[in-house]
């Protein structure tokens, strides 16, 4: 039985927040992106926030919640966009914001706290030459814990692939939920996927290494075409451009062009783009490939006035999921899918399912290294319906070969291919023996016998 009277005298000292709206607050994450997590997650609340300051800290919660039985949903910066942060079973949040010191930054990689602002990160490495491989497009406000623990890739992943290839996190520190005094682990190699993109259901992270780039001087363009059909081969020539520098590659719908509202001067009506970052020393041969593709160079960051350069948010928060919070911004019934068009022929898959959906789905690429070869992931924009629409949508998808990540899902199973990851689940048994951690986001801990042809209810969300 959770016993928070006995949990809070075990964690004095600790500063910690009890006032149910600002417990409710940092409860939350951005779920709402989703009309259906929005209906399902909405009274969804802790009983505490504890917010340790340091490694010793975060320990003695830890500790305590085990003593106590009092399930424990890590924070990092609450950007996750399907409830993956959210208390399902009450209890305790672990807010780690007051953990964001970069540690120590190497020769070639960087070590710092889990809530450590990806944005905070890059600039204390630039003066060192370096900078992150990749980042999520909330990356002025997302942590690196929770990137790690809830994110796949972003910004970057056109040249290093996703956070889940090897190589692309170095070393993971990470705590267990298995006694009064947690038992610590450095993780390296294949070992760090029992914690990454667990959502904090294994393990909470510690402190984090990452791997580090030569610095880059970018440049933002936007690229327009007559047709949907010539930007989408476009972005897969530049994927596929192995001598091309090259940060973010983004096709979009002409009918997206509305909701990016500051780049309205630079986007031609009725025509599809492409926003691209690239090396300033790669934007000749940009030039020349999108000339030849009949593409028109509508914007340069590196061609305008310091007051517009001001004015313009970069490009990639016009990219990945800021898309979408755009588009919410102007029509709040748009919500959206994540699609894989797999090879081959990903523009045949992209345009068959354009066609089939029309305006109710307007396409939106982002193309990334998937392994070793051009990868495409589609956020499609969806103007929302109902429910049963929704997932006749998805259907849709699967049925013409294009597998759907669900972001209207909380599990880990059904945001993924529908499958548990056994390694995952082997660890948690050890490392998580009561299942307090994050309850109610691995399927298989709870249920393992679940169907998939509904979707998962974690019980106290029933009521
Ligand atoms: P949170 O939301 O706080 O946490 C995410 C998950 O990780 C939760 O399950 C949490 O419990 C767990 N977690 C947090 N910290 C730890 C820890 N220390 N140890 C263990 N588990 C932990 N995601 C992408 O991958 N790429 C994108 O390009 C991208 N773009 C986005 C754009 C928008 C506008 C929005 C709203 C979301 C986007 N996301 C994207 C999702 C999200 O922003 C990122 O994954 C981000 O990195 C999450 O970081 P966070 O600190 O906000 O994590």
């Given at each position: 039985m959770m016993d928070l009277a006995a949990l809070k005298i075990d964690i004095d000292g600790v500063a910690i927040e009890?006032?149910?709206?600002?417990?409710?607050?940092?409860?939350?994450?951005f779920y709402w992106y989703s009309p259906v997590l929005k209906r399902r997650l909405e009274g969804v609340t802790a009983a505490i926030v504890a917010r340790p300051k340091d490694e010793e800290e975060l320990l003695l919660v830890i500790g305590a919640c085990f003593r106590n039985d009092v399930p424990l949903t890590v924070r990092g910066s609450g950007t996750g966009n399907y409830g993956q942060a959210m208390p399902l079973a009450g209890g305790?949040?672990?807010?780690?914001?007051?953990?964001?010191?970069?540690?120590?930054?190497?020769?070639?990689?960087?070590?710092?706290?889990?809530?450590a602002i990806l944005a905070e990160i890059d600039a204390a490495v630039r003066p060192s030459g370096q900078e992150l491989r990749m980042f999520p497009?909330?990356?002025?406000?997302?942590?690196?814990?929770?990137?790690i623990g809830g994110g796949s890739g972003g910004v970057g992943s056109i040249r290093w692939g996703g956070l889940r290839d090897a190589g692309n996190v170095v070393r993971v520190r990470m705590a267990a939920m298995d006694g009064s005094i947690p038992t610590v682990l450095d993780l390296t190699g294949p070992d760090i996927h029992r914690v990454s993109h667990a959502y904090g259901t294994t393990g909470v992270i510690t402190e984090v290494e990452m791997p580090l780039a030569p610095a880059v001087d970018w440049v933002d363009a936007i690229v327009s075409f007559p047709t949907l059909e010539a930007a989408v081969r476009h972005g897969e020539t530049l994927a596929g451009a192995d001598g091309l520098l090259l940060k973010n590659v983004a096709v979009m719908d002409a009918a997206i062009a509305p909701f990016l509202k500051r780049h309205e001067s630079y986007l031609a009506e009725g025509e599809a783009f492409v926003v691209l970052i690239a090396a300033a020393f790669a934007m000749t041969d940009v030039v020349a490939l999108a000339t030849r593709a009949?593409?028109?160079?509508?914007?340069?960051?590196?061609?305008?006035?310091?007051?517009?350069?001001?004015?313009?948010?970069?490009?990639?928060?016009?990219?990945?999921?800021?898309?979408?919070?755009?588009?919410?911004?102007?029509?709040?019934?748009?919500?959206?899918?994540?699609?894989?068009?797999?090879?081959?022929d990903i523009?045949?898959?992209?345009?068959?399912?354009?066609?089939?959906?029309?305006d109710e789905a307007p396409t939106h690429l982002e193309f990334v290294r998937f392994d070793g070869a051009v990868g495409c992931f589609g956020l499609p924009l969806v103007r929302y319906t109902s429910e049963e629409r929704l997932d006749a949508i998805v259907k849709l998808h699967e049925d013409h070969g294009c597998p759907i990540f669900n972001p209207h899902r909380y599990t880990l199973e059904e945001g993924?291919?529908?499958?548990?990851?056994?390694?995952?689940l082997a660890f948690k048994k050890r490392s998580d023996p009561k299942g307090l951690l994050n309850p109610g986001k691995m399927i298989a801990w709870d249920q393992p016998d679940f169907d998939y042809g509904r979707p998962y209810l974690f019980p106290s969300l029933s009521a």
């Open positions: 009890e006032n149910p709206q600002l417990v409710q607050q940092k409860s939350r994450d305790l949040v672990l807010d780690l914001s007051g953990m964001n010191r970069v540690k120590a930054v190497k020769a070639g990689t960087v070590v710092a706290e889990p809530g497009s909330t990356y002025h406000t997302a942590s690196i814990g929770g990137f009949g593409g028109r160079i509508m914007m340069r960051s590196d061609r305008l006035d310091e007051a517009e350069r001001h004015r313009l948010p970069p490009a990639f928060e016009l990219a990945w999921n800021h898309t979408t919070l755009r588009a919410l911004r102007v029509d709040p019934s748009i919500t959206y899918l994540q699609v894989l068009y797999p090879q081959p523009a045949g898959k992209v345009l068959t399912m354009a066609q089939l959906l029309g993924g291919m529908k499958q548990t990851d056994a390694l995952q």
